[in-house]
């Protein structure tokens, strides 16, 4: 097989995987976010607690999903790029696809690490 039928094999496998994809949605209406809000300027501080910690979440989260998401497009670029490239651009690309891959796993890390220690305060929060 030739190289660009190969690369549009890939590309053509990307895009399935993307449209598969298409049905995870995470997200969180304005309403939720203000449903504890009457308007009064004062609120119970448990609440408050409760607002910060979903805004928490979703915030964790949002920055999970989107450095997973910008990964995996990135990882497959540099992947199709690599497969394209002459001998000598071999070098450079690996290059750009270790240190791109240190830096995913450092901000998927941290999210994950982020979200074990607030779920151990909340733990301890309840008791």
Do not use: W
């Amino acid at each position: 097989m030739n190289r660009k039928k190969k690369l549009f094999h890939v590309c053509m496998l990307v895009v399935c995987v993307i449209l598969c994809m298409n049905h995870i949605v995470f997200a969180i209406s304005g309403s939720d976010l203000t449903k504890e809000f009457n308007g009064q300027t004062t609120i119970n501080t448990n609440e408050g607690e409760k607002l910060v910690q979903d805004v928490v979440d979703v915030v964790l989260s949002v920055v999970r999903i989107v450095a997973i998401g910008i990964a995996v497009i990135m990882i497959t670029l540099l992947g199709m790029k690599y497969m394209a490239a002459a001998p000598s651009e071999k070098a450079n690309i690996k290059n750009q696809l270790i240190a791109f891959t240190i830096g995913a796993v450092v901000v998927i890390g941290t999210t994950s690490i982020l979200t074990m220690i607030k779920n151990a305060v909340d733990k301890i929060t309840e008791i």
